[in-house]
Nanobody, 118 residues
Framework: QVQLVESGGGLVQAGGSLRLSCAAS????????MGWYRQAPGKQRELVVA???????NYADSVKGRFTISRDNAKNTVSLQMDSLKPEDTAVYYC????????????WGQGTQVTVSS
């Protein structure tokens, strides 16, 4: 059973930085994409950023230029560097890994809270 373990959330003032990390409990083969989603209270879960095994990234417009994703396919880890944080970035952030043909196998982390105070 694959588990994704996230770390790095917390409380930060607006303009500050946080770094989220996610590691898989066991090796995942055939990774299709890795990424981060977030869900704010009363809102749907939304994509923050995803990166394919080939390195193609897809950032939400709201985080472009402020967030940076990095990954290590061999170690099954993915990180999210968040700079210039805004109160509207407050949410639970979830790690996501898709594997197999067209990413048919999907794994989620338990979520980590990020709170940005104004």
């Amino acid at each position: 059973q694959v588990q994704l373990v996230e770390s790095g959330g917390g409380l930060v003032q607006a303009g500050g930085s946080l770094r989220l990390s996610c590691a898989a409990s066991i090796r995942i083969f055939g990774i299709y994409a890795m990424g981060w989603y977030r869900q704010a209270p009363g809102k749907q879960r939304e994509l923050v950023v995803a990166i394919t095994s080939g390195g193609i990234t897809n950032y939400a417009d709201s985080v472009k230029g402020r967030f940076t994703i990095s990954r290590d396919n061999a170690k099954n880890t993915v990180s999210l560097q968040m700079d210039s944080l805004k109160p509207e970035d407050t949410a639970v952030y979830y790690c996501n890994i898709r594997a197999g043909q067209f990413g048919i196998n999907e794994y989620w982390g338990q979520g980590t809270q990020v709170t940005v105070s104004s």
